[in-house]
């Protein structure tokens, strides 16, 4: 059995769930509401206030759903409730970042600036100029939001310069050794 999967998840008192049709589950707290529909090879059962998920057999690609499920709605009821964030830094001379209204704009050494546009559910915060905040409720989208801000420019391995997760350690390379 799945050790994760036979863990309950217990929602906090100020969320609300509900298993519809379809293994679709329709999470709701005080940041908002998240829906998704799960495979119908697991089983999940709301208990007042406990999710239990269950599985029918012990095959290879059940047993993966079974944790995979119960981790997923475990999120769910944490974002709805808490939220996620991720921060980013900007290193390098020059490059920074802002914001215009929602908008995320960034000068990352290019000749033009970088607008980034918040999709649903997402916000952005700049404490500073060189700290980029990612907020929302679903954490795979604030996570993607994430990766898709850092892959604008990356950090380059010479000097470390662009665009790194927070406490991101950056192996930098020794340049050219003139003789």
Known sequence: MSR????????????????????????????????????????IKLDGNVIH???????????ALHGLTRAMIANMAHGVEVGYSKELEIVGVGFRAQLSGKKLVMNLGFTHTVEVEPKEGISFEVPSQTQIIVKGIDKQMVGQVAADIRAIKPP????????????????????????
């Open 4 to 43: 994760i999967g036979r863990l309950p998840v217990e929602l906090p008192a100020n969320v609300t769930a509900e298993v519809n049709p379809g293994n679709e589950v329709v999470v709701k707290g005080p940041k908002g509401e998240l829906r998704q529909k799960f495979s119908n090879k697991v089983e």
């Open 53 to 63: 998920v269950t599985r029918a057999s012990d095959d290879k690609q059940i047993r």
């Open 156 to 179: 380059e391995p010479y000097k470390g310069k662009g665009i790194r997760y927070a406490g991101e350690y950056v192996a930098l390379k020794e340049g050219k050794s003139g003789m």
